[in-house]
Structure formats: C-alpha cells, structure tokens
C-alpha cells in the first residue's frame, strides 16, 4: 500500500483534539501538509499544531462553524492564500446530544442538523469545484453507525448523518467523472478515556462488541490514511465502518 500524503493539502475539521487530533498527527507523519479546522478549542489546536510542527509538518490553523457557510468560506480563502489549494478534506467535526426525541427544542434539533447534514454540504459547495476543476480530490465524512441501525438516544444526529451517506453516494457520481472520491467512514465507540461508565455498564456495553473491547483513536487512523492515499484511488461512494464488528451492515 502507498500511504504517501508527502505534499498533499488536507483539511481536518474538528482536530483540535480527539479523533480529529489523531488523524492531523497520522497525516502529517506521512508528509500532508494539515489544514487544522477548530470551532471553540482554540488552546487545544495550538497544542496539536506544535505537535504537527515538532514532527516536521506543515500546519496552518483554521477557525469557523461548520454550520456557516460564510465561515467555511473564510477558511477557504485563508487556505487558498497559504496552500493555493486543498486537496482532500476529512470532516471529522460534529455535534449530537445523547437524548430522547422527546426531551429536544426545535432551536436544538435544528442546531445539530444544522452541523451534522448542512455542515456537509457547505463545505463540498464550498470546496469541491475547485477539487474537480483540479481533477483529483477525496472527502471523507465520518459518521457514526447510528447513522444506519438508529439509536433512539443519537435520534436527531444519526437522521442527519444518514442524510449525508446518501448525499455523498449521490455527489460521488457526479465527482467521479472528475476523479474526485467521496467516501463515509462510519464508528462505533471510540473510547478517549473520557466515558462516564461505571464498571458494570462498560462490560455491558464491551459485551455486544465481537472483539470484546471499545475503539481506540488509532483504530480509527488507519482506514482514514488509506482513504486519502492513492491505493483508494477506485473507491468511491461506500460507507466503511470501524466498529470491532458491533454492527455488521451489507
Ligand atoms: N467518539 C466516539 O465514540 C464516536 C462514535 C461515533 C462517531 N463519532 C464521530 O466522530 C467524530 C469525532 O469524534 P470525537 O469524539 O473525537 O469528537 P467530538 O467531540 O464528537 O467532536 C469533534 C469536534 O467537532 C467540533 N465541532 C462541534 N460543533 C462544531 C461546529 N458547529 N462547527 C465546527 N466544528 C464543530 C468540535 O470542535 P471544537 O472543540 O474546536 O469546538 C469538536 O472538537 C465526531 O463527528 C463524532 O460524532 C465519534
């Protein structure tokens, strides 16, 4: 496999920290030059840059809200002036609350639809003429497996994200013809150390993973590095999920 980003402009949204941070680090390792995206982590994405620069990568430091497309259009300038282009954009940022359909307000549902689906497709018509024109590109979208089996306490956030799989299955139609890939990375529980389960609830929910524990970060890194590289040059459209077998969707 040829995992080689060397030169390759690749925006990561939401790297500040978490799963976003692992993969800024894992790209720039393999020579991107990392476009890191932050909404209100602003300490944090300092902290992840000077990871990235001590590594030896380039980094420019971006700031916005997914759900403003006057934000993402900003960021867009900003990177066209240091970068002169992006070349693959990872869009790891997101935003559901853990409830009942029932316990929302609109103002919040509309909120997380707001990011999760609308978020999306600012950045792809913000971003993606210029990847087309350009001939190459890849956007990446993660999700999570609510996305596609429901979960009634993820409601709102799973319906928007199941939006954006068939967004970009439709959207990588159209793409394909200019040589840019649009694929979904879908997660089961990623655990950052930060889960507030006591110990019966952990082995209760590590029970109904076949590989009997919870993600890692760097679970997550591997398929998101192969999906930028050139070896996923003829995959396009398809929804991967990395999920220790939790859900096992055709
Ligand atoms: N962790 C899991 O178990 C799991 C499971 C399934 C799916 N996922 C998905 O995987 C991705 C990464 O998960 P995570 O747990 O590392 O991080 P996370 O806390 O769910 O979110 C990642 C980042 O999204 C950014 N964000 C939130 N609202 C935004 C907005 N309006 N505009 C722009 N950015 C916004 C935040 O940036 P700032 O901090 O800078 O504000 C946040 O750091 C998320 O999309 C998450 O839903 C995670």
Redesign the pocket.
């Known amino acids: 496999m040829n995992s080689s980003l060397q030169g390759k402009n690749v925006l990561i949204?939401?790297a500040?920290?978490?799963?976003?941070r692992g993969i800024a680090l894992a790209a720039a390792s393999e020579g991107a030059n990392i476009a890191l995206?932050?909404?209100?982590?602003?300490e944090?994405?300092m902290k992840t840059a000077k990871e990235i620069e001590e590594l030896g990568g380039k980094v420019t430091l971006v700031q916005?809200?997914?759900?403003h497309l006057e934000d993402i259009k900003r960021i867009k300038e900003t990177l066209d002036e240091k970068f002169g282009h992006v070349d693959c954009i990872v869009n790891?940022?997101?935003?559901?609350q853990v409830k009942s359909f029932f316990q929302y307000e609109p103002e919040e549902w509309k909120r997380e639809v707001?990011?999760c689906f609308y978020?999306v497709l600012n950045l792809v018509h913000t971003f993606m003429p210029a990847m087309m024109e350009n001939n190459q590109g890849k956007f990446i979208n993660?999700?999570?497996?609510?996305a596609r089996t429901g979960d009634r306490n993820l409601i709102v956030?799973a319906a928007a994200r199941g939006g954006t799989i068939s967004f970009l299955k439709s959207l990588a139609i159209e793409a394909g013809r200019n040589n840019v890939q649009c694929n979904t990375v879908s997660?089961?529980?990623?655990?950052?150390g930060e889960l507030n389960f006591n110990e019966a609830t952990l082995a209760k929910v590590v029970k109904q993973y076949p590989l009997k524990r919870l993600?890692k970060?760097d679970d997550v890194t591997g398929i998101i590095l192969f999906l930028l590289s050139e070896s996923a040059d003829w995959i396009t459209g398809q929804v991967i999920s990395v999920n220790g077998g939790h859900s096992m969707l055709g």
Do not use: C
């Open positions: 949204t939401g500040a920290k978490g799963i976003g995206h932050y909404r209100g982590s602003e944090e994405a916005g809200d997914l759900a790891n940022a997101g935003w559901a707001d990011i978020g993660i999700v999570g497996d609510s956030s997660l089961g529980l990623i655990d950052q993600g970060v």
